[in-house]
Each structure stands twice: as structure tokens, then as C-alpha cells.
DNA sequence: TCTGTCAACGTGCCCC
DNA sequence: GGGGCACGTTGACAGA
């Protein structure tokens, strides 16, 4: 299993795990989990304009991440928070402590958009090579496809939607045509059809020949 | 300021 | 028991 953006991570909480398998190794040692999702939100523990001291009086103004932040400072009081402004490099191969986002960028998009159309899901040599390719870690590339893969389904499941919509809609237009043609065939159920009203002239065709012979011999006398 | 997007994550399940 | 994946969530960020 790959291993997150934080194994250099220096402060002492992250143990440089990261993903759902570390997790997994974390119960194992029965380690307790906040400390280690202490690393990720470092950036915003204290905001660049010191947000989070201001209100640290007034709860009800701290955003929930901040909240947790202050709980952090106070739990971890050694621990140095960095900023935004420390992290500003993007780059994907750094070890910031926070939890920066990555762009992508249109070429890497390309090409994993590309290799996904190929195959939607990787082998670990495939991952490796992409990686290398694009110049991501594999732990990214794997969340990548996992998370496009999400995606995709959820649109598809959209789409589904969609077309079981129209489909019922459908169906509910032909059986409100199919109960009106019955209640019309109803009022035709006997030979000269004598519940028929004059608003409702249609009539089968055995009917409407003998109604048609009738008038005949009306006229004819 | 609000909202949508998406990378990254934690967790549970399945398979070998 | 470990790896891979689905799913749900979080939080940074961009654009309206």
C-alpha cells in the first residue's frame, strides 16, 4: 500500500500513515486516530490572519475546522502549525503537513482522463508507470482512478434516472389511455349499445352496421 | 459570501 | 492478514 503526502511529516502525530489501510494498521496497534488526522488540517489550525485566536473566545464564530484546530493547539501545544503562506508551493511531491489541494494540471488531467478510457482500473505496474509518467505518487494515481470511478457512476446513475423517469412517465400515459379505451368499450358492450350516450357516438362495428341498417329502413319508409 | 468541484481521506467489505 | 475497491465525508479552492 502506498503511503500518503505525509510521511515526512515532522511533527510526531501522523506517523507518516494516511490512507484506508494505514487506518487499518493504526487500529492494529491500537493507536488512537485523532492524533493521526492531526496532520492534515495543520494549515488552518491557525489561520494566516489569526482567525482562530481572535475567536477562540467566542465559539459560536469558529468555523468547525477551527474548532478542532484550537482543541489540536490544546491537545498538541509543541506542535508548529504551518501556513498558507509557508505552503504556497503546490508541488506535488512535497510533504507539507497541511492538507493542500492539488490541481491536477491539464496535461495530467489528459492523460489520466486518457488512460481511464483504456481501462478503468490499474494494475500496480500500470500505476507505477503512470505515476512515474506523470510525476504524481501512486497513492495519487490510485485515488485518482477511485474517485473517477465514483464519478462515473454516480453519472451513470444520473442517467438511469433519467431514463427510468421518462420510462415510467411513459407508462403512466399508457395506462391512463389504456383505462379510457376501456371505459369506452365498456359503454359499448351490448348489441345496439343502449347505455351509449349521444356525447359518445363511437361505437364497434358490429353496432354502428346495424344502427346503419336501422336508419336505412327509417328512411326507406 | 455562497456554492460546486474534486483530491484526499477513513471505514467497511470482499477476495486471495 | 493484507491489498484493492466502493462509499461517504472532509476541506481547499475557484468561480459566480
Not at 176 to 187: C, G, S, T
Not at 189 to 204: E, I
Request: charged share 30%; with cysteine; proline share 4%.
Amino acid at each position: 500500500m502506498e503511503e500518503s503526502g505525509h510521511e515526512e511529516c515532522n511533527t510526531g502525530l501522523c506517523l507518516g500513515l494516511g490512507g484506508g489501510h494505514v487506518a487499518k494498521k493504526e487500529k492494529k496497534q491500537k493507536l488512537v486516530n485523532k492524533p493521526l488526522m492531526a496532520c492534515f488540517d495543520l494549515a488552518f489550525e491557525i489561520s494566516p490572519k489569526g482567525e482562530a485566536m481572535n475567536i477562540y473566545n467566542n465559539h459560536s464564530n469558529i468555523k468547525k475546522g477551527e474548532r478542532l484546530s484550537l482543541e489540536r493547539q490544546q491537545n498538541y501545544p509543541n506542535v508548529t502549525y504551518s501556513t498558507d503562506s509557508e505552503n504556497n508551493n503546490n508541488n506535488n511531491n512535497n510533504n507539507n503537513d497541511s492538507r493542500k489541494k492539488l490541481r491536477l494540471t491539464k496535461e495530467q488531467s489528459t492523460i489520466l482522463e486518457n488512460t481511464f478510457k483504456l481501462h478503468n482500473t490499474l494494475n500496480p505496474v500500470q500505476k507505477q508507470s503512470l505515476a512515474d509518467q506523470l510525476n504524481l505518487k501512486t497513492r495519487q494515481i490510485e485515488v485518482w482512478f477511485q474517485n473517477r470511478r465514483a464519478r462515473t457512476k454516480l453519472k451513470q446513475t444520473e442517467v438511469d434516472y433519467e431514463l427510468l423517469k421518462k420510462h415510467c412517465q411513459n407508462l403512466s400515459d399508457e395506462n391512463r389511455r389504456l383505462k379510457k379505451e376501456l371505459q369506452e368499450l365498456k359503454l359499448v358492450q351490448s348489441p345496439l349499445c343502449p347505455q351509449r350516450t349521444p356525447s359518445k357516438p363511437k361505437m364497434c362495428s358490429s353496432c354502428d352496421h346495424k344502427l346503419f341498417k336501422l336508419n336505412e329502413l327509417e328512411n326507406n319508409n
